[in-house]
């Protein structure tokens, strides 16, 4: 299997960038297997992103870094450069709704997740047999709503511990405090039961059925102090009628949601999604 450098940039928008990393990975015996490139005239910010293929390469991914500091001080780049023989370590957290956990379980052992789900952490126990039956550790937590900041101490250790790279709020129905979305910005994701910005906050498909919507959905997106208010990554519909029901659209938004947080989980696994301010650029 191939292994690549991962090199994604956001700088000021100038002349030559293209070419002068280019140049600089060929010059250093670089292939160049993808290439992706945006320019924002609203902003005048760039962005890029290249898989370079690993053995092209006579230097360690340290090395590498090393050599492109002074490129990036000319550009004024904020980048980063990962090699993908280092796997992701993805933290699952899960509530009651199991949908969605249960179809990442199923990519992951299946091969199509770019990362290791390491651990579950829910407020429930229901989830407890199908994540050990996996392999993997559960750690339950109730959160008391008289003293929500213990289990968070809690939960944040846990994500240390598990030295986990991205948080996957699967349906984890309780909202997670400032600091912990501060420490862990642009590496938790979230999906939402609803197409965001509309119908923010709990029971959004009784809230759309009620304003008579012809089209649901469900939007994955970073986690941020402000509630689900983060930079969108992915989002995605579904028709619906006069004739359904709300548990109709409970029920196709399943369907909607588990699809919609595995291509944004997928993006961000694969150093597809650059954060601009609130948005996002995705080079899916």
Known sequence: ????????????????????????????????????????????RFFMRYEILSDSIDMTGDELRKAFEPVAREFEMEWALRDTRRRQRVVVMVSRESHCLVDLLYR?????????????????????????????????????????AAAFAEIEAQVEALDADTV???????????????????RVINIHHSFLPSFVGARPYHQAHDRGVKLIGATCHYVTEELDAGPIIEQDIHRVSHCHTPGDLVRFGRDVEKAVLARGLRWHLEDRV??????TVVFA
């Open 1 to 44: 299997m191939s292994h690549y450098y991962r090199l994604v940039v956001s700088c000021p928008d100038r002349r030559g960038i293209v070419a002068r990393v280019s140049g600089f990975i060929s010059g250093h015996g670089g292939s160049i297997t993808e290439a992706s490139q945006h320019s924002d005239l609203a902003s005048g």
């Open 108 to 148: 992951w052992t299946a091969g199509e997740m770019e990362g290791d789900i390491v651990g579950v952490i829910s407020n429930h126990p229901d989830m407890r047999g199908m994540v050990e039956w996996h392999g993997l550790p559960y750690f339950h937590v109730p959160v008391d709503a008289a003293d929500k």
């Open 168 to 186: 996957v709020l699967a349906r984890y129905m309780q909202i997670l405090p400032p600091g912990l979305c501060r420490r862990y910005a642009g």
């Open 274 to 279: 650059l954060i601009h301010g609130n948005k």
